[in-house]
């Protein structure tokens, strides 16, 4: 019952910054948890960031110190600030429910459609 809709994205120079956004809407009381993936060509989708119902946040090895990921107030919005970036983080960036706490084994739920973000050198 729950849908994602990422915004956010777009083009910037290697370390400008931009802040994603996924909007959610329904069942929201039910969400365990939320997480950003990415995936580049030619590349497996990865989790790159993850909040639990109780604040606690996990970021991968490749944007620790440069992403963070919040949620808003009324539990509805979640924002993927992004720092620093790099060519290497081009991608389409998704956000998904996480059923688990489990980093190594989310088992996402619902998904978003996904927003652009280019990075150029």
């Known amino acids: 019952q729950v849908q994602l809709v990422e915004s956010g994205g777009g083009l910037v120079q290697a370390g400008g910054s931009l802040k994603l956004s996924c909007a959610v809407s329904?069942?929201?009381?039910?969400?365990?948890?939320m997480g950003w993936y990415r995936q580049a060509p030619g590349k497996q989708r990865e989790l790159v960031a993850r909040?639990?119902?109780?604040?606690?946040?996990r970021y991968a090895d490749s944007v620790k110190g440069r992403f963070t990921i919040s949620r808003d107030n009324a539990d509805n919005t979640v924002h993927l600030q992004m720092n620093s970036l790099k060519p290497e983080d081009t991608a389409v960036y998704y956000c998904?429910?996480?059923?688990?706490?489990?980093?190594?084994?989310?088992?996402?739920?619902?998904w978003g459609q996904g927003t652009q973000v280019t990075v150029s050198s």
């Open positions: 998904a429910t996480l059923r688990t706490s489990s980093w190594y084994n989310p088992q996402t739920g619902s």
């Open positions: 909040i639990t119902s109780g604040g606690n946040t």
């Open positions: 329904g069942s929201i009381f039910s969400i365990y948890a």
